[in-house]
């Protein structure tokens, strides 16, 4: 027995101990956590072309191993998702400084920004480029994105994603012509002004929701003319002009009548 005791208690078990515990958590972590953001595979070659692009049209800006200059922030860690919003909306390259990136006809096609994603996304993890699945709005919730979405979108995009005016020149754009894809991405990688809204603060299901409720907007306005969705304000104005108006006319057609 005490020869069993010594072994227990020998001067080297809680190294072992710590060891194993170690292993343990690492394991049961690389089985339950979340799959990496960076989960999408891309072929080396894939990634070699997108660093000849990146080299040819963003290492200016973002340096040769864009880890950021002076003139723009680094991209390690910005995952894929960022960059297909970025250049497939042609926000990057820029065409000049300003308050922000505004769209415009993409520079690159699907296969080029594809391959400058896979280089970017090699660099360091980051948020993917979301499935079909996942911005499908077909198979979204539009109550519950309308829910979500005025709740944190509309006091910068307008109700319906009309879009609005900023501060310092910056303005939210309209989502009427963004696609499902990049609106699911805007808020996951909160692009220039934009809060990021990570799966935490907004389920993959309720961005999916959003998109369905996004998309049913482009369908019109159940209650006749819209006019333009900019809200109560600008409505209650033209009511006011056609109503007075109205009642102006009606008042000068009575007073022609009695004369």
Known sequence: MKALAARRHHRAAPVVLL????LVTGGVYAVLAPSSATAETASTADIETGNKLFQANCATCHGPN???????PSLVGVGAAAVDFQVSTGRMPMQMNGP???????QFDEEQTAALAAYVASLGAGPAIPTDEQVDPALGDPSNGLEVFRTNCAM??????AGGALSEGKYAPSLEDTSPRNIYQAMLTGPQSMPVFNDANITPEDKRDVIAYLEDQKA?????????????????LWAWIIGIGLLIAGSVWIGAKSS
């Open 19 to 22: 060891l194993l515990a170690l």
């Open 66 to 72: 864009a880890e950021g200059t002076s003139e723009a």
């Open 100 to 106: 922000q990136a505004a769209a415009k006809p993409p």
């Open 156 to 161: 910068c995009h307008n109700a319906i994603g």
């Open 220 to 236: 019109g306005s159940a209650g006749g003319f819209a006019l333009g969705g900019i809200g109560p304000v600008a409505e209650g």
